[in-house]
């Protein structure tokens, strides 16, 4: 059976920069699985999904603009060290939630200069061109649950 609409496929994938730098991997844990046609995965990675079958094995190279977006200047902000009470250590790389006029999002430290700190919001991986090894393992037709409720019922998946 191919990947296409209406199909549950499950794979293993390591997420990597086009440096080679491992970012993600699921070797360690349950392959992931995904309702295909439903925008669970990046949309890059499910175009190169379409037609593949259990036992493929492929890299596909996503580029922002069809993994998580371009870097958006406009959604890096500078804030005082005060905003940040009671914490120890302001630290780049540390996660946040910020009050935004969108509701509570996820912000990362990007730099600490002195008393200011430069917060980031875009998600972590906006802008960068991502390289996905990719092992299909399961390639089956959804349920008629899972199609109604528009995601996979893996393994584990709970209601
Ligand atoms: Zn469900």
Do not use: C, W
């Amino acid at each position: 059976m191919q990947i296409a609409e209406n199909t549950v496929a499950s794979f293993h994938y390591i997420l990597k920069t086009p440096e080679g730098e491992v970012l993600e991997s699921s070797r360690e844990a349950e392959p992931m699985a995904y309702l295909h046609g439903t925008g669970g995965i990046i949309a890059g990675l499910e175009e190169e999904m379409a037609g593949k079958a259990a036992g493929d094995r492929f890299e596909a190279t996503i580029p922002p603009e069809k993994a998580y977006g371009p870097h958006d200047p406009a959604r890096v902000q500078q804030v005082p060290l005060e905003a940040f009470q009671g914490v120890d250590k302001v630290e780049p790389g540390m996660m946040f939630r910020a009050s935004t006029e969108q509701g509570d999002i996820p912000v990362r430290i990007a730099a600490v200069e002195g008393d200011t700190v430069t917060v980031d919001a875009n998600h972590q991986m906006a802008g960068q061109t991502l390289v996905f090894d990719i092992e299909i393992t399961e390639v089956r037709e959804a349920t008629p649950q899972e199609m109604q409720h528009g995601h996979a019922h893996a393994d584990g998946h709970d209601h």
